[in-house]
């Protein structure tokens, strides 16, 4: 299941890409800016700013949708199969986010752009979610791309069993990595998961001499602190293979994500970071001969 396509980008690898976000993942991450990725199941997506009240998503509900007071009310833990709203919506305040995809249909719209990636040394991109959930899914695509020659660039937490990985390295030209924390305690209390996993797999990873550009998102509160930022940067300025750092600087943007979803954003701290701190921990991961920029 992907939840989005998005054409003619200029980021997440080189050249224009064509970046396919697959839906669903492991983590929960506390800040994360695209909160319907998370499950792996269609969500709902509600905005009462642009609700005309036609009533159309009523008519289709069991219950989980009531008109009340003047306001639309969703329980979503009492409907049964979300994917029916899909289109529903005449004022697209009620939307659907998840939808399944044929290889036919996601190299159909990969073909609209492949006349552009010859000329800028792009390709596609699969990002998510974690693509590597759905390892069978994406390793029929990567199957295809490589048919076609097409590049290749994977945007991954690598929290996944190393058996999905390895049955894709041959496919993949490029691994754009999470590096997240080194705290187990920290990691688990952000993200929920396991920081191990993510440490030993980017170890096999970076052996197996895969191309990698470590990814390590700056988030106030969690891993700006000197001490920690540097503590990530001289762990992957252990590896050989890796010689290529990307400063992800926290934002906002995704916050009104989470409101559409009737969740609450959980990750306290919402100040973004400033640029003084940004060029410092860029010039300390270069003082470790580390080819280094701010954003993705």
Same mark, same amino acid.
Request: charged share 25%.
């Given at each position: 299941?992907?939840?989005?396509? *998005? ?47 036609? &009533?159309?998503?009523?008519? *289709?509900?069991? *219950?989980?949708?009531?008109? /009340? ?6 329980? =979503? ?16 305040? /009620? ?13 159909? %719209? ?10 800028? &040394?792009?390709? $596609?991109?699969?990002?998510? &979610? ?14 295809? @791309?490589?048919? %076609? ?29 999470? @590096? ?19 440490? %030993? ?13 470590? =990814? ?27 010689? %290529?750092?990307? /400063? ?6 995704? $916050? ?30 270069? *003082? ?6 701010? &954003?993705?």
């Amino acid at each position: 299941m992907i939840f989005n396509i *998005q054409r003619y980008s200029t980021h997440d690898g080189s050249g224009i890409r064509t970046i396919i976000f697959y839906k669903g993942c492991p983590l929960r991450c506390k800040w994360c800016s695209n909160p319907e990725s998370q499950s792996f199941n269609h969500d709902l997506m509600y905005d009462d700013r642009i609700c005309n009240h036609f &009533g159309d998503c009523l008519s *289709q509900s069991d *219950q989980g949708i009531t008109f /009340l007071n003047g306001k639309i009310h969703i329980n =979503r833990n009492e409907i049964n199969g979300k994917s029916q709203y899909s289109d529903i919506c005449a004022s697209k305040a /009620l939307t659907v986010s998840g939808h399944k995809a044929s290889i036919e249909d996601l190299l159909t %719209e990969i073909a609209k752009d492949k006349p552009f990636y010859s000329q800028s &040394g792009g390709g $596609v991109t699969l990002s998510g &979610g974690e693509p590597f959930s759905q390892v069978d899914e994406i390793y029929k695509l990567l199957l295809k @791309l490589k048919e %076609e020659n097409i590049n290749v660039s994977i945007e991954t937490s690598l929290y996944t069993k190393w058996d999905h990985i390895e049955k894709c390295l041959p496919l993949i030209d490029l691994f754009l990595v999470d @590096l997240k924390h080194l705290d187990p305690i920290k990691f688990k209390k952000y993200t929920g998961g396991n920081c191990n996993l993510v440490t %030993e797999n980017l170890i096999k990873l970076e052996k197996s001499k895969s191309n990698i550009i470590i =990814r390590i998102p700056i988030l106030p509160g969690f891993n700006d602190s000197n001490e920690e930022m540097q503590n990530i940067i001289d762990f992957a300025a252990t590896f050989k293979n890796i010689n %290529e750092i990307h /400063l992800i600087p926290y934002h906002t943007f995704g $916050v009104e994500k989470y409101k559409l979803l009737g969740k609450d954003y959980d990750f306290t701290t919402k100040s973004e970071i400033d640029d003084k701190k940004l060029n410092a921990f860029k010039k300390y991961a270069q *003082q470790k001969k580390i080819k280094t920029k701010i &954003g993705g």
